[in-house]
Nanobody, 116 residues
């Protein structure tokens, strides 16, 4: 059984930082493509950052230079460090395992709220 469990969301002021975690069981993160996505109210879910099995990373233009995706193979966990957060980045953030276009597995999501 594959499970992805996100944590680390919360309320932060604009300009602040949060670090999200995605703990995975049932699959090995280092051999899978992983991604962080977000979905704001009334909007489609979008890829924010991704990491390949080889360690290459990919970011949405809007977060380049502020967000960093990483993984800890020993903990089988993927992280998203988010700095200089903006109010418009308020959304539910999801972790996905598999293709960035259509992950095979999703976590339950964690709410990130950025106040102005």
């Amino acid at each position: 059984q594959v499970q992805l469990v996100e944590s680390g969301g919360g309320l932060v002021q604009a300009g602040g930082s949060l670090k999200l975690s995605c703990a995975v069981s049932g699959r090995v993160v280092s051999t899978n493509r992983m991604g962080w996505y977000r979905q704001a109210p009334g909007k489609q879910r979008e890829l924010v950052a991704g990491i390949t099995s080889g360690g290459s990373t990919n970011y949405a233009d809007s977060v380049k230079g502020r967000f960093t995706i990483s993984r800890d193979n020993a903990k089988n966990t993927v992280y998203l460090q988010m700095n200089n957060l903006k109010p418009e980045e308020t959304a539910v953030y999801y972790c996905g395992l598999g293709s960035w276009g259509q992950p095979g597995y999703w976590g339950q999501g964690t709410q990130v709220t950025v106040s102005s």
